[in-house]
């Protein structure tokens, strides 16, 4: 008989620290309803906020979709998707992932938002052995961040997403269609993806000084940082011409500013995470015209839901419809989580067992509305990859408009513009 583990031992602990996720030692004890409990962890609140602005209007969309419950061996299923806020932390992402898996016995678990939200998340998955899928985060801070070894792979836990390789690709292709000078400055903070995108050998220096490009690289500055200076008189003795890195919003929007008052006016501005947003990009009022980014997703995306049978762009009108705002990147790989998760919940061969869950999770390859998810694929194991592209945000009327300007590394996904020069 499955029993219910001792949840006040298991958690008490981990208010002190995350380092040693909580561990489950029994069997959890399942509903006689047969419902699949779905743990869902998201940065709600916090500087990571953006990531999870669309929540609500993909989990309403899903719910909605699964009402008619998910068939497995003759038998339906209901799906109950438990959704929790990580306030973009990742101590409290691994305090409500516990929660999640000790409290609410969720049976499978699902993250996304950064490696603050993927990795605690993951790891408390891992160690209390319940299948979990997690995207939107890039695959080396995912799997290296949490010490993961190529060779064996991790058990219950597993991920899709683009890597490095293929930002600083498409990152590469983009400014050297620009015409500015080859001088990079690069702005890195002192977090896991910061972390990640500095890295001499698994992240851009390596890549960028093989393509001829000289970056400076002024050191890892703390997120939240309130002074840029020491930056941007590098860059400026540099004569850097071409700006990048990975940031939080409220880094960038303290970067520019500072970059405008010192007379500091780069040709090519191109940064992971911070403007991925319409909302960030609207707050930078004319100085977002022009900006650059990854672009993982969006309407022209020419791929369909496997829940709905939407395209990309139906889902992204869909939420300017409901919502009034603009569509935003992590539309598509939000719902795509939960296809894989229903995908998962209709193949699995028992779903009282979490390993025949892990299982089916591990034979996944499907198409979904960001393109084919495949975990046999690699590039290690349990990570598979999904194209990229980039592009520019540019005035269109009153407002900005994210468009596609280069790309080479996926021509299927159709560009809608040419590149311009901030200055």
Known sequence: MKTTPNRRHVLGGLAASVAAPAILTSSRAYAQTPTIKVGHVSPRTGPLAGFAEADDFVLEGIQAALSGGVENNGKSYNIEIISKDSQS??????????????????????????????????????????PCITTDCPWQPYFFGRNGNPAEGFDFTYHFFWGLEDVIGNFLDLWGSSGAAKNIGGLFPNDADGNAWGDPELGFPKPLAEAGFALTDPGRYQPLNDDFSNYIA?????????????????????????????????KVVTIGKALLFPSVIESLGDRGDGLTSEIWWSPNHPFNSSLTGDSAGDLANGYTAATGRPWTQPIGFKHALFEVV?????????????????????????????????????????????PLVAGQWQKSGDAMELVITNNAAAPNIPVGGELKLLS
């Not at 995908?343 to 869950?357: E, K, N, T």
Request: proline share 8%; glycine share 6%; hydrophobic share 45%.
């Open 89 to 130: 932390n990742p101590n409290r992402a691994a305090e409500v992932a516990a929660d999640l898996i000790l409290g609410d016995e969720v049976d499978i678990m699902v993250a996304a938002s950064t490696p603050d939200t993927t990795n605690p998340v993951s790891d408390q998955a891992e160690i209390n052995e319940v």
């Open 234 to 266: 590098a860059f400026k003795e540099a004569g850097c011409e071409i700006i990048t890195g990975n940031m939080i919003p409220p880094d960038f929007a303290t970067f520019w500013a500072q970059a405008a008052q010192q007379d500091f006016r780069p």
């Open 342 to 386: 229903k995908d998962v919940v209709s193949r699995a061969a028992d779903l009282d067992d979490p390993m025949a869950i892990v299982d089916a999770i591990k034979a996944t390859n499907m198409s979904t509305i960001v393109g084919g998810v495949n975990f046999g694929a690699g590039p290690v194991p349990n990570v598979t990859k999904t």
